[in-house]
Protein backbone atom coordinates (compact mmCIF):
# COMPACT_ATOMS: atom_id res chain seq x y z
CA UNK A 1 0.00 0.00 0.00
CA UNK A 2 0.98 3.26 -0.70
CA UNK A 3 0.53 6.65 1.27
CA UNK A 4 -1.85 7.69 -1.19
CA UNK A 5 -4.20 4.60 0.04
CA UNK A 6 -3.24 5.06 3.05
CA UNK A 7 -4.93 8.70 2.68
CA UNK A 8 -7.44 7.64 0.65
CA UNK A 9 -8.72 4.97 3.50
CA UNK A 10 -8.37 7.66 6.74
CA UNK A 11 -10.58 9.73 4.75
CA UNK A 12 -12.98 7.60 4.45
CA UNK A 13 -12.85 6.85 8.50
CA UNK A 14 -13.04 10.47 8.71
CA UNK A 15 -16.05 10.85 6.77
CA UNK A 16 -17.77 7.61 7.05
CA UNK A 17 -17.03 6.66 10.39
CA UNK A 18 -16.16 9.61 12.88
CA UNK A 19 -18.19 12.90 11.08
CA UNK A 20 -21.11 11.07 10.45
CA UNK A 21 -21.24 9.22 14.13
CA UNK A 22 -19.56 12.51 15.50
CA UNK A 23 -17.45 9.83 17.31
CA UNK A 24 -13.35 10.11 16.88
CA UNK A 25 -12.54 7.91 19.07
CA UNK A 26 -9.65 4.88 19.07
CA UNK A 27 -12.14 2.10 18.97
CA UNK A 28 -13.72 3.14 15.81
CA UNK A 29 -9.90 3.81 14.16
CA UNK A 30 -8.71 0.32 15.26
CA UNK A 31 -12.40 -1.48 13.98
CA UNK A 32 -11.22 0.21 10.64
CA UNK A 33 -7.83 -0.71 10.76
CA UNK A 34 -8.69 -4.43 11.41
CA UNK A 35 -10.85 -3.73 8.53
CA UNK A 36 -8.92 -1.99 5.96
CA UNK A 37 -4.93 -1.63 6.74
CA UNK A 38 -4.47 -5.16 9.37
CA UNK A 39 -1.75 -6.31 6.98
CA UNK A 40 -0.35 -2.84 5.32
CA UNK A 41 2.72 -1.18 5.55
CA UNK A 42 1.57 2.15 5.64
CA UNK A 43 -0.18 1.20 9.50
CA UNK A 44 2.40 3.69 11.06
CA UNK A 45 1.47 6.42 8.53
CA UNK A 46 -2.19 5.92 9.47
CA UNK A 47 -1.50 5.92 13.18
CA UNK A 48 0.57 9.40 12.85
CA UNK A 49 -2.26 11.00 10.61
CA UNK A 50 -5.14 9.66 12.75
CA UNK A 51 -3.05 11.05 15.94
CA UNK A 52 -2.45 14.27 14.47
CA UNK A 53 -5.83 14.83 13.09
CA UNK A 54 -8.10 13.80 16.37
CA UNK A 55 -5.40 15.21 18.88
CA UNK A 56 -5.07 18.74 16.91
CA UNK A 57 -8.98 19.04 15.88
CA UNK A 58 -10.15 22.23 17.34
CA UNK A 59 -7.05 23.71 16.41
CA UNK A 60 -7.21 22.39 12.78
CA UNK A 61 -10.91 23.75 12.30
CA UNK A 62 -9.34 26.99 13.67
CA UNK A 63 -7.10 27.63 10.99
CA UNK A 64 -9.63 25.97 8.60
CA UNK A 65 -12.42 28.08 9.33
CA UNK A 66 -9.46 31.37 9.01
CA UNK A 67 -8.27 30.37 5.88
CA UNK A 68 -12.01 29.64 4.33
CA UNK A 69 -13.48 32.91 3.34
CA UNK A 70 -16.89 33.14 4.26
CA UNK A 71 -17.06 29.50 4.85
CA UNK A 72 -17.67 28.33 8.75
CA UNK A 73 -17.00 24.69 8.72
CA UNK A 74 -20.46 23.70 9.66
CA UNK A 75 -21.41 25.03 5.78
CA UNK A 76 -18.79 22.94 4.35
CA UNK A 77 -19.80 19.43 2.34
CA UNK A 78 -18.65 16.51 4.66
CA UNK A 79 -16.12 14.72 2.40
CA UNK A 80 -14.64 18.25 1.77
CA UNK A 81 -14.03 19.13 5.42
CA UNK A 82 -12.74 15.49 5.97
CA UNK A 83 -9.98 15.97 2.95
CA UNK A 84 -9.20 19.75 4.45
CA UNK A 85 -8.49 17.86 7.87
CA UNK A 86 -6.57 15.53 6.87
CA UNK A 87 -4.25 17.73 4.22
CA UNK A 88 -4.42 20.45 7.48
CA UNK A 89 -3.33 17.38 9.90
CA UNK A 90 -0.14 17.33 7.59
CA UNK A 91 0.35 20.38 6.56
CA UNK A 92 0.81 21.84 10.29
CA UNK A 93 1.40 18.49 12.28
CA UNK A 94 3.34 16.28 9.79
CA UNK A 95 6.91 17.57 8.73
CA UNK A 96 7.98 14.39 6.69
CA UNK A 97 4.97 15.21 4.29
CA UNK A 98 6.31 17.84 1.84
CA UNK A 99 3.18 21.04 2.26
CA UNK A 100 2.58 20.74 -1.64
CA UNK A 101 2.35 16.89 -1.92
CA UNK A 102 -0.41 17.21 0.65
CA UNK A 103 -2.47 19.71 -1.15
CA UNK A 104 -2.10 17.84 -4.71
CA UNK A 105 -3.34 14.36 -2.83
CA UNK A 106 -5.90 16.57 -1.22
CA UNK A 107 -7.04 17.78 -4.47
CA UNK A 108 -6.23 14.57 -5.97
CA UNK A 109 -9.44 13.06 -3.33
CA UNK A 110 -11.48 15.87 -3.92
CA UNK A 111 -11.66 15.53 -7.99
CA UNK A 112 -12.49 11.53 -6.99
CA UNK A 113 -14.83 12.17 -3.76
CA UNK A 114 -16.15 15.75 -3.92
CA UNK A 115 -18.33 17.48 -6.08
CA UNK A 116 -17.70 19.60 -8.98
CA UNK A 117 -15.89 22.28 -7.77
CA UNK A 118 -14.14 20.76 -4.67
CA UNK A 119 -11.06 20.63 -6.26
CA UNK A 120 -10.63 24.41 -6.31
CA UNK A 121 -12.01 24.61 -3.24
CA UNK A 122 -9.40 22.75 -1.08
CA UNK A 123 -6.50 23.79 -2.90
CA UNK A 124 -7.81 27.52 -2.13
CA UNK A 125 -7.73 26.75 1.52
CA UNK A 126 -5.15 24.86 1.95
CA UNK A 127 -2.86 26.85 -0.16
CA UNK A 128 -3.57 29.71 2.54
CA UNK A 129 -3.39 27.65 5.60
CA UNK A 130 0.34 27.00 3.95
CA UNK A 131 0.65 30.39 3.51
CA UNK A 132 -0.17 31.31 7.35
CA UNK A 133 1.95 28.93 8.45
CA UNK A 134 5.21 29.80 7.12
CA UNK A 135 4.02 33.64 8.17
CA UNK A 136 3.96 32.23 12.12
Not at 15 to 24: A, H, I, L, R, S
Not at 41 to 65: H, P
Not at 94 to 106: F, G, K, R, T
Request: aromatic share 8%; net charge negative; with cysteine.
Amino acid sequence: MRRTEARELFMQLLFQKMEVQNDYGKEIKERFVQEHLRESNQLDYFNNLYEATVSNLDQIDIKLEACSSNWKINRMAKVDLAILRLSAAEILYLDEVPDSASINEAVDLAKKFGGDDSGKFINGILGKVVRTKDAE
